[in-house]
Structures are given as C-alpha cells and as structure tokens.
C-alpha cells in the first residue's frame, strides 16, 4: 500500500506539536512539505528507498525534512517527533477533531489542566476549569463543549470522500480476479450519502470461494475482521468493509437489496405486496398462486433477480437511480412515470467558486487556470476571499487589493486556456451585508458571497438578504456547516431557494467531501421551489477540482437535473445568468 498519507499525516502531527509548544512558523514549513508529499504522485517508499536527495525532489521538501521522511519510511517516526510526543502526550487527532480547538488551543490546555485527550476535555468544561485558564472565557468553554457533542456523534463514520477511493480500490481488485463476475459497490456508498458507515462491496461469482479467500489476502487489507462461505470484512485504511458473494443469476436482487436504503426497500417492498409480488436479496417472485407466502425466501416463481433494471421493471417501474433510493417520494414518482433525469459528472462544464494565493490558495491564477484546462473545464470563476467578518491572519483581500486582481485578470484573459471570471468571495455579515463595496461588487463578473461568521442560529433572513443584493450572484455554502465539526446555521431552505428563484442568484452545492452544503434533501427542495444551484469545489489546489463528482451526485440525491445547474451552461450562458 502506497505510504504518502501516513507520512503526511507524522508531519503534520509533528507540526501540530510545533504549534502547539508555541514554535513560530516553522509549524508551516512542515504542513506544506506534509501536503506536498500526500498529493504526490511519487511514491515515498520508493523516494526514500534512494535517499534524502530524492525525497527532495518532492515539492516544499528541504534537505532537514527529507531526512525526516527517509527515518519515518524505515522506522514508522523521526526521532525529533518522538521527542516532542513525550515533551506533550497528547492525542491530538482526536482533541483536534473538535471544532475551535486547534493545536495551540490543545497545547495552552494540557499545560494548564493536563488534558490529554476528549475524555479529558469534556470533564474540564463541565467542571468549569476552561473558563478560568487566561486567554479562554465562559463562551470558548460552551462552544467547545458543543462541539465535543458533535464529535462524538459523528465517531465512527467516515466522510464520503475518504471512503470512496477505498470503495473504488476494492472494486479494481476485485475486477482483476478471473472468479469474480461482475462487482458493484452497494449501500450507503452507492448512494453517495456525506458519510458512510461501512464500505459495502457485491461479487457475482460461481466460485465464491474463491473470491472471499482473495479479498481477505487483499494487499490493502490492514485486518480480517471476519470471513465466512459468502461473506468477509477486513479493514482497510481505518475504514471497515464489507464483502458480499452472491451466485451471477441473484446479483440483481442482492445488489438492489444492499444497496438500500432500508427506507427505501420497506417501501419497495409493500408496494411488491400490494401487487401479489414478493422482493428480497434473492429476486422479485410472483406470488399470486402462493396459499403460504411466508413459507420460505424463494416461494412462487422468480420472475426477476439477475439485473438490477429487472427488478424495478418485473414491478412495471422504470429504473430508480441509487442516489434517490431514501424514501423521499421516488417510487410514486417512479410510478406516475415522473423521475427526473438526474444530471451526469460530464454534465459540469466550469467551476465557479475556487481560490488562488492571493488569498488561502496556493497556486497562482495562471496554475488554478492551466490545471482547469487539463481537467477539462471551460472556465472557472477566481473568488478569493474578501476580508471581513470570518476572515483570520490576512487571508482576505481588500478593496484596492481586489482591483488589482480584476486588472490582472483582464489582463490575462488573452493568454490563459480557460475563460477566467474576475470574482470573489465576499462575507455575508450577521445583518446580510456583503463585505466588500458595491462599485467593486457591481465591476466584477461574479459575487459568491457566503457566510462565515456567527454560523449558529437561525439564518434564513441573513441569507435571504444577501441573495436579494443586486451584485450577488451564487451564495457560497450556504449553511456553513463542516462535517463532523460544526451544523452550520439553521435555514429555511423552501424560503431561501424561492428568494434565490426571484432574484436569478443560485445556491451553491459546495462539493468539497468536507461540507456538501446545500445537501441532498435541501437540493430537492430548492429545485422545487425553481432555484437554479452551482455546483463548484472551492478548490484552494489543482486536485480539488476532482471534488466536483462528491457535488454531482449531492445534486442527483436532490433530483437535480442538468437544466437545474448554472456551470452545466457554456461560459456565455453564465455571463448571462451573472448579468
Ligand atoms: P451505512 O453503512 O450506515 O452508511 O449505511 P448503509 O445503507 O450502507 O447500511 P448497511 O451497511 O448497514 O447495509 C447495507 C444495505 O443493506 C442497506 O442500505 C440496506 C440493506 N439492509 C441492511 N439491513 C437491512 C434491514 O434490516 N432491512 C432492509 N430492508 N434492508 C437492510
Ligand atoms: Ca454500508
Ligand atoms: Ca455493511
Ligand atoms: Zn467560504
């Protein structure tokens, strides 16, 4: 297994502790030369393997932190790392995972009260100690404690975007075996849902054997959990997944059955029952001569099972993609011959919302450009962040810094493989204000404004107001949640989207695995109520514009439909829709 992210994930623990004793900068060098390394295409192993030299070859890589790389390659950790883990024995994973508590924040608190980890943290807050260390007050207490809830609620499942590629690379393995007929990823996976609890993976095999004893050999399998005639789990990359064998001629049903969701199925199920037929994992069955129709799983004659597609028609319903399997209304509509047809990854023709490093990106705008051309975009928006309320350590621009920006945009419209909007990213304050002038809003071609800040409560005026600002023209995820970290601010998503409908400003399905903001269900409805959504990435790097198929497929879980998505237009249709 390729080692990158491991020994991303030692440096930036060492540039936690860094950070976390008090060290000034040099915390930086390492998250960037951390980032660098997990993104590469090189493989460390191998780099290390040749020596410090080649390790530097790597991007940010110096010769101090090579020699890092090559000892935590051999070794598993670097001495220096070990020196600091003992200095601070902290689990700082874990305590970080909560939101506003970064690594000085950990380090400030284990020197006062000695927390070393959640445990630790949650009975300092409920005793009250928090408030009274310097630098903290009654408020970081209760947002802390507020946010260790949230942390522990979301333990144990994993983001969407970490768990597809181990998805994908069990489904390349098992593609690769001779015994393995076709394979499908099933469950909660398959439907594309934010986070997922285990990783489900189907086989049709003649040879079930054959395939179980494979998977459980799997090079990327870090553990068998469990292994039976049909079945086996093993973790891999933390994450658990499970395997399924089924003979070719029941993979359709099975495939349907574990797919999901249970909602779905129950309801799929009685309307089955309703028209004398029996569905399970093992095929739909008509039952209508059956006097004992519970005597057995495979009563009455099969009349489907092998295809999925034949499942859904033996009951006369055209096919339900999995993304809208969650009970949401997809089998009437089904029924009454209304699906919509659900928008495709090739639909996306532009990314609307993404940054350069005149804000927090790290690539210039010709990089962020050259990188969309390869990625097959047509054009891209730059909306970097505008200062104001939400915006920490200089990340924003200014005013004056935003004019210079548009001119060199302009300036390089000719040169550049994509068309570059001029854009920004402005802050919607507490009242709905934008945090930038209106002259400056009304110059450039894009306004996404999000909000930041005070991200609690209700916000449906907040939201509503910038949407009927003249300038703005995309609200940038508009609840402001993060996965795991924080819920975001409440919305009345039906009284948003119909503002959004009246003033032609979309809503953005922000793509990145770490928000999915709007979500599934909030789609639905705001394409029901008539607005238009954007679907962008928020890219801040070349590789995160691969975020947009997490965006695409939220915008299937809403039904959303091409027509439904500004960046399915071409660049004149967007103009036009900015204007
Ligand atoms: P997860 O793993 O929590 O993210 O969610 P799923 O949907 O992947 O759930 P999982 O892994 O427990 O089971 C996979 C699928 O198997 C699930 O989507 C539907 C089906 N399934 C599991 N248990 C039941 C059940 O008790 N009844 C029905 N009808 N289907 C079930
Ligand atoms: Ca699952
Ligand atoms: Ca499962
Ligand atoms: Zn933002």
Redesign the pocket.
């Known amino acids: 297994m390729r080692r990158n992210a491991e020994i991303a994930d030692l440096l930036e623990e060492y540039a936690d502790l860094l950070e976390a004793q008090g060290v000034d900068y040099k915390h930086r060098t390492y998250r960037r030369a951390a980032e660098s390394i997990r993104d590469s295409p090189e493989d460390i192993e191998v780099l290390a393997a040749e020596g410090p030299e080649a390790v530097q070859r790597i991007q940010d890589v110096g010769e101090s932190i090579s020699k890092k790389v090559v000892e935590a390659v051999e070794t598993g950790t670097f001495e220096q790392l070990e020196d600091e883990r003992a200095e601070m024995p902290v689990e700082m994973a874990e305590l970080t995972s909560v939101e506003g508590v970064g690594p000085k924040t950990v380090g400030d608190l284990y020197r006062a009260l000695d927390v070393k980890n959640l445990d630790d943290l949650e009975n300092a807050a409920r005793e009250g100690e928090i408030r009274d260390v310097s630098g903290f007050g009654e408020k970081t207490e209760q947002n802390i404690l507020a946010g260790i809830e949230f942390a522990r609620d979301s333990q144990g499942?994993e983001l969407l975007g970490d768990a597809r590629p181990v998805g994908e690379a069990a489904l390349d393995f098992f593609e690769a075996i001779p015994e393995a007929g076709r394979c499908e990823l099933?469950?909660?996976?398959r439907?594309w849902?934010p986070?997922?609890?285990?990783i489900?993976v189907l086989v049709g095999s003649d040879d079930r054997q054959a395939v179980i004893d494979a998977f459980t050999d799997w090079s990327e399998a870090d553990e068998v959990i469990e292994a039976g005639t049909d079945k086996a789990s093993v973790r891999s990359d933390g994450q658990r997944v499970?395997l399924r064998v089924v003979v070719p001629d029941e993979f359709g049903s099975a495939l349907q059955?574990?797919?999901?969701?249970?909602e779905h199925?129950?309801r799929l199920r009685n309307y089955a029952i309703d028209r004398d037929f029996k569905i399970n994992e093992y095929g739909v069955f008509d039952v209508s001569e059956v006097e004992d129709q519970d005597a057995g799983q495979r009563v009455g004659e099969r009349v489907a099972g092998r295809t999925e597609e034949g499942m859904y028609e033996a009951l006369d319903l055209p096919f339900i993609e999995p993304e809208m399997r969650e009970d949401r209304g997809e089998i009437d509509a089904a029924a009454a011959g209304e699906l919509p047809e659900l928008i495709e990854e090739g639909d996306v023709r532009g990314d609307l919302h993404l940054h350069t490093e005149w804000s927090d990106g790290e690539y210039s705008i010709e990089e962020m450009a050259e990188a969309a051309a390869e990625f097959g975009h047509e054009y891209i928006c730059v909306s970097d962040h505008a200062t104001g309320p939400g915006m920490v350590g200089g990340v924003g621009l200014d005013d004056a810094e935003l004019r210079e920006q548009l001119a060199e945009i302009r300036e390089l419209a000719d040169v550049l493989p994509v068309t570059v909007f001029a854009g920004v990213e402005a802050n919607i304050d507490v009242d709905g204000a934008i945090s930038v002038c209106d002259d400056l809003l009304a110059d450039l071609d894009c306004v996404v404004a999000s909000p930041h800040s005070a991200l609690e409560g209700d916000a449906t005026d907040r939201i509503v107001a910038a949407i009927e600002h003249p300038s703005v023209d995309v609200i940038g995820h508009p609840s402001g949640r993060l996965i795991h970290q924080r819920p975001g601010v409440e919305l009345d998503i039906d009284v948003v989207a119909r503002a959004a409908a009246d003033h032609d400003t979309a809503l953005e399905i922000n793509s990145s695995p770490y928000r999915l903001d709007l979500w599934g269900s909030a789609v639905k409805q705001a394409v029901e109520q008539g607005a238009t959504v954007a679907i962008d990435t928020d890219a801040h790097s070349p590789p995160e514009y691969g975020y947009v198929r997490y965006g695409v497929h939220t915008a299937r879980r809403g039904w959303a439909q091409a027509d439904d998505v500004l960046n399915t237009r071409d660049a004149e249709g967007v103009r036009e829709f900015f204007h």
Do not use: Q
């Not at 986070?195 to 285990?198: A, K, L, P, V």
């Not at 059955?257 to 249970?262: A, D, E, P, R």
């Open positions: 499942r099933a469950g909660s996976l439907r849902k986070t997922i609890g285990d489900d499970d059955y574990f797919t999901g969701s249970k199925n129950i």
